[in-house]
């Protein structure tokens, strides 16, 4: 393969992440007002349904991650997911019945949130196949990625707030298709061989080793404080600090945009210090943005926080995922899918956790569990070796 085709399929690469990041992040950053607001649901309900939105991702993309690891092409299953989430965007759109978006959009969201481990999986397959640089490939996918979420959220208040939710998810679908042709038209298939019947046991095997676990109890717990700042945030600084509705997407926007920088750096310092002991700087870095919540809750602490918050989401977001596929070498669809899944869990705690504490004591509340379970997080990173 030449460079210049080498260095096409990259840039490819890190345009279909900042497509895929953009279009979700039209989504996700109003869902908990798109619920309260349109199918007016109680804070229990919104809860509820992250719950099951991510108990029915974590089962499809197990599905499909064992699929793609041992057969196929992962390419054109990557298509399929993206077409999957542009009817999960129709859905939403057109439809406000609860019901309906619990079941077939939570089953159409599921598939397609398995796009973004696949395109990850695919990356490393093709980058180890090209002898590159993987962890600085990573990080820049994930700056990408970083940057949809700088772009996403102000466009998403911006478009639900003036135009309604039904243009912000049709914009959504239509970024989605973009992604299609993309990945149809520039993105390689990488070939692999399907593995014998008894290496299938891989995945239990990776499950038993005590970092595997420890890594994943400690991302789950880290996705959960993370997960309940995005539920509980846009309706938190309306109804208890009185702020604008549109500063929601500006602090999503800030943080996002300052993921960039401490992606890229933590790209470049790895080697250097160790996956490890990033980590560990990241999560210390959540238990100051959590505690600062508690300890500071108005608009000027809010933004000036948002700089931990970068640093702690952008190091766990890009090196965490690397550290499940270097504890699981061999198997990179498992060990993405592994990472997402530990977000997937997290949701589901988050959304049961903000749910529950909201409907009976409030949402300042929120923050204070935040701050006790990312203490038990930094803990559990100091159980896990270095790779």
């Not at 085709?5 to 039209?26: D, E, K, M, P």
């Not at 949809?148 to 466009?155: C, S």
């Not at 420890?214 to 880290?222: D, H, I, K, V």
């Amino acid at each position: 393969m030449s460079k210049p085709r080498i260095n096409a399929i990259y840039v490819t690469f890190l345009v279909v992440s900042l497509l895929c990041g953009v279009a979700g992040a039209l989504q996700a950053p109003t869902l908990s007002l798109f619920l309260t607001n349109e199918v007016k649901v109680r804070p229990l309900w919104v809860g509820f349904f992250y719950t099951v939105n991510a108990i029915a991702g974590i089962a499809i993309s197990f599905l499909l991650a064992n699929r793609s690891d041992n057969k196929g092409d992962r390419r054109k299953l990557l298509m399929f997911c993206c077409l999957m989430a542009i009817g999960n965007s129709l859905v939403f759109a057109f439809s406000r019945d609860y019901l309906v978006l619990i079941t077939v959009g939570v089953l159409l969201a599921a598939i397609g949130n398995a796009a973004m481990p696949q395109l990850f999986a695919l990356a490393r397959e093709h980058a180890d196949r090209s002898s590159s640089e993987v962890v600085m490939f990573s990080s820049m996918m994930r700056a990408m990625l970083s940057l949809a979420w700088v772009l996403g959220p102000p466009l998403s208040f911006m478009l639900a707030l003036n135009y309604g939710f039904t243009p912000m998810y049709l914009s959504a679908a239509a970024v989605f298709v973009g992604s299609i042709l993309m990945i149809a038209f520039f993105l390689p298939s990488v070939p692999r061989l399907e593995q014998p019947v008894d290496e299938k046991v891989a995945p239990v095997s990776a499950w038993r080793n005590k970092d595997v676990r420890m890594l994943f109890f400690a991302s789950l717990l880290m996705w959960t404080c993370n997960i309940m700042y995005i539920i509980d945030m846009p309706l938190y600084i309306t109804s208890d600090l009185g702020l604008p509705e549109g500063l929601a997407g500006l602090l999503m926007g800030t943080a996002a945009g300052l993921e960039i920088p401490a992606m890229l750096m933590a790209g470049y310092l790895v080697k250097r210090f160790g996956k490890r002991k990033l980590m560990l700087y990241a999560v210390a870095s959540g238990v100051i943005f959590y505690a600062g919540l508690v300890a500071f809750p108005f608009k000027a602490a809010l933004m000036i926080l948002q700089l931990f918050n970068a640093i702690f989401i952008g190091i766990v977001a890009g090196i965490g995922m690397l550290y499940f596929q270097d504890l699981m070498p061999g198997r990179a669809g498992s060990a993405t899918t592994l990472f997402t899944n530990s977000i997937s869990t997290g949701v589901i705690c988050a959304g049961l956790l903000q749910g529950v504490i909201v409907e009976n004591f409030g949402h300042y509340p929120v923050y204070w569990v935040a701050t006790i379970l990312v203490v038990l997080a930094l803990g559990l990173m100091f159980k896990v070796k270095d790779v």
